[in-house]
């Protein structure tokens, strides 16, 4: 068994204002996000996006809290929202859900793409190479806080979480940091010239990125939640799957979907 870190999810406080380390990453995710997708938009002579960075990375980040908090409501909590509407908005009491998140910044990006004439499938190869970074530090954020903590084990790398009685669990978090992090960037990043390459019948149209992360994050957060601890208020749902299991089906199939869609549109106009 390994000892939990002792870490103070706190780095500073100065009075009531407190700087944590989770929201930290959130940052530093959202900061490597900007700079990426610059490099990026240079990289392939896409001046209109350059000039919109920032208004539309502004719309993301809303579209991810929003949709973030409004998915934990929806998919996790619903009926105690219900009982407790004034608490919707209490994001500093936790509860964000990444699918919620996904869906809002989907939406915001959608949105945005229109209202500034911007190729919404371009935008979001662009950034979906750049999000396996603020996932990788937003779980390292989760194991800081010793949340989201992951079933019961007698693996030797098992640790005793704070909240999370006295037996040891798996560091799950970590799990997650390194699959959804660091081994989706290193498959997405390499690839993300690809849709920028003219070639006739190429198998790469703008948007196949997007897809590719919706169906390879899906399936590595499907196979960590066999690892992870249910949601107490839910425990384990259809097919004795979880929540998130559940969303992370919908999540590989939307990919999927997406990439069947993507690839006849290209055939058709090929054929024309």
């Known amino acids: 068994m ?3 870190p002792d870490i ?3 780095i ?3 009075g009531p204002f407190a700087v944590r380390w989770y929201g930290l990453m959130y940052v530093l995710g959202f900061a490597a996000s900007y700079l990426l997708v610059r490099q990026q938009a240079r990289q392939f002579g896409w001046q209109r996006m350059l000039d919109q960075i920032d208004n539309l990375n502004l719309a993301l980040i809303a579209g991810v809290i929003l ?5 934990y409501v929806l998919f996790y909590n619903l ?7 004034a608490e919707i908005l209490a994001t500093w009491q936790g509860g964000m859900s990444f699918h919620g998140g996904v869906i809002g910044v989907v939406l915001a990006g959608l949105l945005f793409c229109r209202s500034a004439k911007l190729n919404f499938w371009q935008s979001a190869d ?8 603020g996932l990788g530090l937003g779980r390292i954020g989760n194991f800081m806080n010793g ?9 030797p790398w098992g640790m005793i979480f704070p909240g999370g009685g006295e037996l040891p669990r798996h560091p799950s978090q970590l799990y997650e940091a390194l699959l959804e992090g660091l081994v989706l960037f290193c498959i997405l990043w390499p690839l993300r010239a690809k849709p920028w390459q003219n070639q006739p019948g190429r198998l790469w149209p703008h948007g196949s990125l997007l897809a590719l992360f919706l169906i390879l994050y899906g399936t590595f957060r499907w196979l960590i939640e066999f690892f992870r601890e249910p949601d107490p208020q839910l425990g384990l749902l259809l097919f004795g799957m979880s929540m998130g299991q559940l969303l992370c089906a919908a999540m590989i199939a939307a990919g999927l979907i997406l990439h069947t869609a993507l690839r006849q549109r290209q055939q058709q106009s090929l054929a024309h």
């Open 79 to 85: 009926p105690y929202y219900l009982e407790h509407p």
């Open 126 to 133: 662009l950034y979906v190479v750049t999000a396996p970074v």
């Open 8 to 10: 103070d999810p706190v």
């Open 147 to 155: 949340e989201l903590y992951g079933r019961v084990t007698d693996a």
């Open 12 to 14: 500073f406080a100065v």
């Open 2 to 4: 390994l000892a939990y």
């Open 67 to 71: 949709g973030g908090r409004g998915g």
